[in-house]
């Protein structure tokens, strides 16, 4: 989410979600490809009916996210529209009882999973509700770079909170340490070894079945 307009009196984010959209197109297309051109094979048509319905899933639950902040009516409305439906949320600045810049640890999904930081801005109502926000993502590969990429975040938190007249806490993002990392990897080094482990099992077993088949012929023969 992004700030998209901003003024003395108005201030607006948008969250379009373009990557999720383009994901769900990309599994309709493929899914629409293995029906037309792999009809014959039934494995072919499961996937491709997979495919085809969770492309649809996605497209169906994936939601463009706006927040629009009037200084001058002190309202806020978040607005969560999708594909066939459309959400309100609307409350006044006052109902506002803190915001909060969220920042944790995710992993990415996949063999090679590796750590990245997520972020989100909640808004805490007196009335107990809470609204989160997704803030955007960063990936610590340099620690230079992600300073300076947490302090955009956190200076364009900042601006939100100014508008609205409220501080804005902060849950800092936990470290990545050297343990944590190492940790992943030697995961992932246990996993490849087990499977190297076997293949070689596998490959012996092979062997000396095509040599007892070897010396069974030979000895035949003669």
């Not at 409220?166 to 343990?179: A, G, H, R, T, Y």
């Not at 095509?210 to 035949?220: E, M, V």
């Amino acid at each position: 989410m992004k700030i998209t307009l901003e003024n003395q009196g108005l201030m607006t984010l948008k969250d379009n979600n373009f990557s999720f959209f383009m994901v769900g197109i990309g599994l309709v297309a493929l899914g629409l490809y293995a029906f037309l051109f792999y009809n014959y094979n039934i494995i072919t048509l499961c996937a491709g009916a997979l495919f085809f319905l969770s492309g649809i899933w996605l497209l169906i639950s994936t939601k463009i996210i706006g927040v629009r902040l009037d200084k001058s009516m002190r309202r806020c409305t978040v607005s969560m529209s999708s594909l066939i439906k459309k959400d309100f949320k609307e409350f006044g600045f006052g109902d506002i009882k803190s915001l909060t810049l969220n920042c944790f640890v995710k992993m990415t999904t996949g063999r090679n999973a590796e750590p990245y930081y997520q972020y989100s801005l909640d808004f805490f109502l007196n009335s107990g509700q809470e609204i989160p926000l997704e803030f955007g993502t960063i990936n610590p590969g340099a620690m230079v770079v992600f300073h300076s990429s947490h302090e955009e975040k956190k200076q364009e938190a900042q601006k939100i909170s100014t508008f609205i007249g409220i501080n804005l806490s902060e849950v800092k993002p936990p470290p990545i340490d050297f343990k944590f990392t190492t940790n992943v990897a030697f995961n992932s080094f246990k996993k490849k070894s087990s499977i190297k482990k076997r293949r070689d099992r596998i490959s012996s077993f092979r062997k000396s079945r095509t040599n007892s088949r070897t010396s069974s012929f030979r000895k035949s023969r003669r």
